[in-house]
């Protein structure tokens, strides 16, 4: 039972973002349309999302989705790892922000209400 | 190197050896252009700091683990191998604590000539650097050795004679030969020249026992020995990664060794012998075994998996520095009874700086 509930944990640990979800989700929306290194990564996400991230919050995340197999890296090029979005990572992605839209179309729809009841 | 550079390496530090191993570069790499983008040196070492810690609580991926596992077999040869140098150690050790002029004599020896310190400063350094040599020697592989680093693996055979004069002379009466005038050839490295200052501050120990010259002499240059030894361990060791590509784990630790032996026993020395309680004094050379066996089996235990053999070893050290110990507490405490006749006793033997003769310590 509890084994089976471990297996369980790890199996879902291994295909959702979890905790690490936001630094995450931003990464793997900045590998959809390419690979890219780490400095690449920093500035498209600035660009896209207008968030800095933190160099170490960056590498924590690449390490956890490269541990997950969401994202790989490519041969070094001048001591930099270009990452590349996987098949299993495109999935994750794609669940992802299929379940973000509909709390996105929850969270639209409950103010909605909200504010015609003013 | 940069100042940003610098800052950020700190930061690396606080992570895990597998991250540092597969990421340090690149993100060194993003450090650099961040800092040329204009982002503070501080910021970016304090982002990889948290994360480093972070990454420390999460703890070694799957894979990484499995890649760690894959060098356990050299990493447990090569502590049998340090653990089996160390042993013939630990039998002179449990020999000398119970020998006669220890424990009967305030005198002790009388300090050794110059050909007697040079010889013990070449055995410890030679010891220290056949050390560092026989680790690299199992870590990186025979052949890659033999191969691409000629000096090394010559040397690297030094070991095997070294232990072999080690049983020799531990086994052999120093006096009869004539080559050693009263002790066996570590007590210049225990009768350090930090315990005779700490004797002379305190100005309670005048035991008469040391020739003042010459035991500072062999003091300091037993000291020194160590340092040179130190260098020469961290000399080799960083060579042989450079040329063989010896993990850097391995380097870390295999420093951390030397230096902390070299810590334990400035400690020994200062807290044994600065006493003057001669007999424990003995337990210094148990002391650097434990350390160095004690130290470099932790490390690496906590980086491979150790393999039984060694463990084996580290056993059976355990079980001679035991013997040793308590043998050399059992002399330190007639030390003690002897001691207040013999500081009511004027003349030579409680001079500070006259050389006792041989004659005055039997």
Known sequence: MVQGRRRRTEGSQATSLGRYADPAVLILTSLVDGPKHGYGLLKDIEQFAGLSLGPGTLYGALARLEECHLIEALPAEDRRHPYQLTATGAAALTDHLASLEEVAIVGRERLQIRLALR | ?362
């Open chain 2, 1 to 362: 190197m940069t100042r940003h550079r610098l800052v950020a390496k700190a930061g690396f530090r606080c992570y895990p050896q597998w991250w540092r191993d597969r990421y340090e570069a690149e993100a060194a790499h993003v450090a650099e252009d961040l800092a040329t983008e204009g982002r503070g040196a501080f910021k970016v070492a304090t982002s990889f700091a948290w994360d480093g810690l972070k990454t420390r609580l999460r703890g070694t991926p799957v894979e990484f683990r499995a890649a760690a596992s894959l060098t356990a077999q050299r990493a447990g040869g090569t502590v049998l191998s340090a653990s089996a140098f160390y042993l013939p150690l630990a039998v002179v050790a449990v020999g000398a604590a119970g020998f006669e002029s220890g424990v009967r004599s305030w005198l002790g020896p009388t300090g050794g000539g110059l050909v007697q310190v040079t010889l013990i400063a070449l055995a410890v350094a030679a010891a220290l650097f056949s050390v560092s040599l026989v680790s690299s020697l199992l870590t990186t592989g025979f052949r890659a050795i033999r191969q691409r680093n000629g000096v090394a693996f010559i040397l690297s055979c030094a070991p095997l004679a070294l232990v072999v004069v080690v049983l020799l002379v531990g086994l052999t009466d120093l006096d009869q030969l004539g080559i050693v005038s009263g002790y066996y050839p570590f007590w210049g490295a225990e009768w350090g020249i930090f315990g005779r200052l700490l004797m002379f501050q305190s100005g309670t120990v005048v035991t008469g026992g040391v020739s003042g010259m010459h035991a500072d002499v062999m003091g300091a240059l037993s000291w020194l020995t160590v340092m040179v030894g130190a260098a020469l361990t961290g000399w080799s060791m960083r060579r042989a990664r450079t040329r063989v590509g010896l993990p850097r784990v391995f380097l870390r630790d295999e420093s951390l060794v030397t230096v902390g032996t070299a810590f334990a026993m400035f400690v020994s020395w200062v807290g044994l012998v600065g006493w003057g309680i001669g007999g424990i004094a003995h337990a210094t050379v148990p002391t650097q075994v434990f350390c160095i066996l004690g130290w470099r089996t932790a490390l690496c235990s906590s980086r491979f998996r150790l393999a039984p053999i060694p463990g084996l070893a580290w056993w059976l050290v355990v079980g001679c520095m035991g013997i040793a110990s308590i043998s050399a507490l059992f002399a330190g405490g007639q030390s003690i009874r002897q001691f207040p006749r013999l500081v009511r006793r004027p003349g030579p033997q409680i001079a500070l700086l006259s050389k006792p003769s041989r004659d005055s310590a039997t």
